[in-house]
């Protein structure tokens, strides 16, 4: 991702990482005078009836017109540059924001630099500096300054650095202070960047890094702002003709995120960013909190699931893994009740596999050579004395039939 761009790209007068903007400067020598000369002239020809150059200069050029009352814009490619939208996520725990940056990074091949606005102080005091933040960008981008100025920044915990109270005699430099000071990087300026990422160290050198192309995502989890939205949207009143609120039967985790859906720029504004922040990010996107099918999903699916994880590390000892679909059933609604989304299934399957994990690496290391296999039933979830019975180890090539037999029709193998 961070690596430099290929020479032959630049010299061809391709645009590296997909961006167009990007004009390399023509190297004037024999070869291109003769390749002026004597390449052929393989463009398409122009249409019937129109000029090729002057039907791409009127493209190029539209005078404001109206049309049936209609009003068409009109633009200069040459005078017109399109800008960026910042994106400011709001979702639960584990709901994948930070997923979507690093997916959104990996699929139009751009740096991406993590970093946790917790960390952040206001300049002069002790802590991280937002300039930071961009250093650890051109580190990523393997120090080449062309392409971490179309990079991308993700901001976790951003609701974190809200204003605490409306009214205080006193400075907070971890809070309004941080917004204050990523004001400027937001919009789009020149910035100097300390090249070693230290920028409290007397012989430091400074790399000037213009942030107008950078693209700024920030996220968090915003706990109670669905009480900010409610004081907007709800409507009380009172008499013979007013309306009866009905006793909601929904899931709070639901429920929230349904209200979460209404959310607009002044509900930010009355949770605690100063309105200078909000107005740096157009586009407020709302995640909803993942159901129990997408659970179940996020555990055996994808290429480094959590269920293929420990299926890889019983295989380490020769030991196969079956885990029936009412388990992982049952696992997914407990993650669900815990409101910790998918970071709540490691905990669980901890939980499940603790004494297993001890108990397999023996029948390994006595060397019996007898087939040893660990089962995850619907009956493993059950809890006694305030923990899990977990799963079941069985050793024997008849016993594991046996177990096979008697309830796991259902069941899916990972065997490494």
């Not at 639960?92 to 993590?114: D, E, H, I, R």
């Not at 961009?134 to 974190?160: P, T, W």
């Amino acid at each position: 991702m961070g690596a430099m761009p290929n020479s032959t790209n630049a010299a061809s007068g391709m645009a590296p990482m997909g961006h167009s903007a990007y004009v390399p400067q023509k190297d004037v020598g024999v070869g291109d005078s003769f390749a002026d000369e004597e390449a052929p002239d393989r463009s398409l020809p122009p249409p019937s009836g129109e000029d090729g150059p002057e039907s791409a200069e009127k493209l190029c050029n539209q005078e404001e017109t109206r049309v049936k009352g209609w009003l068409r814009p009109g633009f200069n490619d040459k005078e017109v540059q399109p800008e960026k939208s910042n994106i400011l996520m709001l979702g639960p725990t584990g709901s994948g924001k930070t997923l979507l940056a690093q997916s959104l990074a990996k699929m139009v091949n751009v740096p991406l630099v993590l970093s946790d606005a917790t960390a952040l102080t206001q300049a002069g005091y002790v802590g991280e500096d937002v300039e930071n933040i961009l250093s650890k960008l051109l580190q990523a981008a393997g120090h080449n300054l062309h392409l971490a100025e179309r990079g991308i920044v993700y901001i976790d915990e951003i609701d974190k650095v809200a204003k605490r109270t409306r009214n205080s005699s006193s400075r907070d430099v971890s809070g309004e202070g941080v917004q204050q000071a990523l004001l400027k990087m937001l919009e789009g300026t020149i910035v100097n960047v300390p090249e070693k990422g230290n920028k409290k160290h007397p012989r430091v050198e400074y790399i000037q890094m213009d942030t107008k192309n950078i693209l700024f995502i920030c996220g968090g989890a915003f706990v109670g702002l669905e009480q900010v939205i409610n004081e907007r949207v709800s409507k009380t009143s009172i008499g013979f003709g007013a309306a009866v609120k009905q006793e909601d039967c929904e899931d709070a985790v639901d429920l929230a995120a349904k209200v979460t859906q209404k959310v607009e720029h002044m509900d930010m504004i009355n949770y605690g960013l100063i309105p200078e922040f909000v107005g740096r990010f157009p586009v407020l996107a709302s995640l909803e909190a993942l159901t129990e099918e997408q659970l179940v999903y996020v555990i055996k699916s994808p290429k480094n699931a959590i269920l293929k994880q420990y299926a890889s590390l019983f295989g380490m000892n020769g030991c196969a893994l079956y885990v029936a679909d009412e388990a992982l059933d049952k696992v997914a609604k407990e993650a669900y009740e815990r409101k910790t989304g998918a970071r709540g299934l490691r905990s669980i399957m901890e939980q499940l596999f603790w004494d297993a994990m001890y108990e397999v690496p023996k029948y390994s290391r006595c060397g019996s050579g007898e087939d040893v296999a660990v089962f995850l039933s619907e009956d493993s979830l059950i809890k006694q004395r305030g923990r899990y019975v977990g799963a079941h180890v069985v050793v024997g090539k008849e016993e594991i039939e046996d177990f096979l037999d008697k309830g796991s029709a259902g069941g899916a193998e990972m065997e490494i």
